[in-house]
């Protein structure tokens, strides 16, 4: 059968209305790729026609040893394209039921760590690549952190020393990257 390219989107049963999917990296990759080889509206007729040759493709390159391999160990890739799918959600996704766009997208992150990779991402692939569509990729993501109309950043922490300290490492690590914290939740 077809590979289901969104992303598996649950619906909460306790509270109607609110969905919610864990995002894969490798996952997220594939689904670029789809969009990039889309030929027109992925609902167009000819992307349709495509479709299996599409897939056929995406499985020959991203199955490939070699090409996963470099997707693992390329620094700071996978969270642009953890960063890109909700990009794209945030621009294109809607609710499964109603195809209603997503009023807001929370995004329940990583440690502080990994966390701030996710920022630095864009910065790393700016500075790798001078011009072409990872670098305006790159800058688009750039662009919408730190939008503040778009993008609100909220960090939480327990009442307790430790968990503390990191929470204001990670507002200062973040004031370097010139992202506000709109909220501190303890």
């Known amino acids: 059968g077809e590979r289901n390219l969104q992303y598996k989107i649950s619906e909460s049963l306790?509270?109607?209305g609110l969905f919610f999917t864990k995002l894969s990296p490798m996952e997220s990759f594939r689904e670029?790729?789809?969009?990039?080889?889309t030929l027109g509206h992925q609902d167009a007729f000819i992307s349709q026609m495509t479709n299996r040759w599409r897939e056929n493709l995406i499985d020959l390159v991203l199955d490939n040893k070699?090409?996963?391999?470099?997707?693992?160990?390329?620094?700071?890739?996978e969270p642009i394209v953890i960063?890109?799918?909700?990009?794209w959600e945030a621009k294109n996704g809607k609710d499964p039921k109603?195809?209603?766009p997503w009023k807001h997208i929370v995004?329940?992150?990583p440690a502080s760590g990994h966390f701030l990779m996710l920022f630095r991402?864009?910065?790393?692939?700016?500075?790798?690549?001078?011009?072409?569509?990872?670098?305006?990729?790159?800058e688009k993501l750039d662009n919408?952190?730190?939008d503040t109309s778009m993008t609100h950043v909220y960090l939480s922490s327990l009442l307790e020393e430790l968990p503390l300290q990191e929470t204001l490492e990670t507002v200062e690590l973040l004031k370097q990257l010139n992202i506000k914290v709109s909220k501190i939740w303890l």
Do not use: E, M, W
């Open 144 to 146: 919408y952190i730190h």
């Open 107 to 109: 995004v329940d992150s």
């Open 14 to 16: 306790k509270y109607p």
């Open 66 to 77: 070699a090409v996963r391999s470099f997707v693992h160990a390329c620094p700071g890739l």
């Open 121 to 138: 991402s864009t910065l790393a692939l700016k500075n790798v690549f001078d011009s072409g569509i990872i670098r305006g990729q790159a």
């Open 32 to 37: 670029y790729f789809s969009i990039l080889l």
């Open 98 to 100: 109603n195809k209603i």
């Open 83 to 87: 960063l890109g799918k909700i990009f």
